[in-house]
């Protein structure tokens, strides 16, 4: 009997207070979970952004220095400033054809192998996720190369990109000709800070986007580039 007694009077763990302990139990769970997932995502977030700059730090080293070290620009052919409104980017395609010329000087002229030439061309190829990858087709007789024909990709996530090369606006002439007949004052330039154009600048416009957006009615692109670069050479008379 006094057993039967201690079992009565010992307190037990109602069901009110199971439900209680359960319910604080997922919330902590609940939150503890959002807090994981959250930084795992936000991580995630980083990485996708660094690759964004490292496509775009690969696009300016390649391009920048071939453009640079070219002679002529090739493909896209000069246009009026005017129209370069109505271009349209592309997401496929070839973009861009840049050749140089060097003298091997170990040739004696006029042997045709005393002129060595070099054709680069930059084209986009679609990838799976609905971005595009910029390849960068070499073909050389320049001395000194491991190889003379080869291909390589330069860097991916690029939405659309746009490469243009303008004319320079045409010289006007001065109507009075009191300058003595100096050409230098009779003829009048544009100044560069208002022209800003001419053949040997390689115009170029790109959006960048991360690997994980196949969205590509999305407003804005994480990074938009809009930039020229300078081909060697006089540049109109003035270097930038």
């Not at 730090?57 to 391009?63: H, T, V």
């Not at 054809?97 to 004696?108: F, H, I, P």
């Not at 799976?128 to 001395?143: A, F, I, Q």
């Amino acid at each position: 009997m006094n057993m039967i007694f201690r079992l009565k009077n010992k307190k037990a763990i109602t069901l009110a207070e199971v439900i209680i302990v359960a319910g604080l139990f997922v919330i902590l769970m609940t939150a503890a979970y959002k807090l994981f997932f959250g930084e795992v995502k936000t991580i995630k977030t980083a990485l996708e952004h660094i690759g964004i700059n490292e496509s775009a730090r690969k696009f300016f080293a390649y391009m920048g220095n071939d453009v640079r070290n070219s002679n002529w620009v090739d493909f896209p052919k000069k246009l009026n400033r005017q129209v370069t409104t109505k271009l349209q980017p592309i997401s496929e395609g070839k973009i861009c054809v840049l050749r140089r010329q060097v003298l091997d000087l170990e040739v004696a002229p006029p042997s045709p192998e005393f002129l060595r030439e070099e054709v680069v061309t930059y084209f986009l190829k679609k990838a799976e996720d609905g971005t595009s990858d910029l390849y960068r087709h070499v073909k050389s007789d320049l001395p000194n190369q491991p190889s003379k024909d080869y291909e390589k990709k330069i860097c991916d996530g690029i939405m659309d990109m746009m490469v243009f090369v303008t004319n320079r606006k045409p010289v006007t002439l001065e109507k009075s000709l009191s300058s003595g007949g100096n050409l230098s004052k009779i003829m009048n330039y544009e100044p560069y800070e208002l022209d800003g154009t001419g053949p040997y600048l390689v115009h170029v416009y790109a959006s960048f986007v991360r690997k994980t957006n196949k969205d590509k009615s999305a407003k804005t692109a994480p990074i938009k580039l809009n930039t020229c670069f300078a081909v060697r050479g006089k540049l109109n008379g003035i270097h930038p």
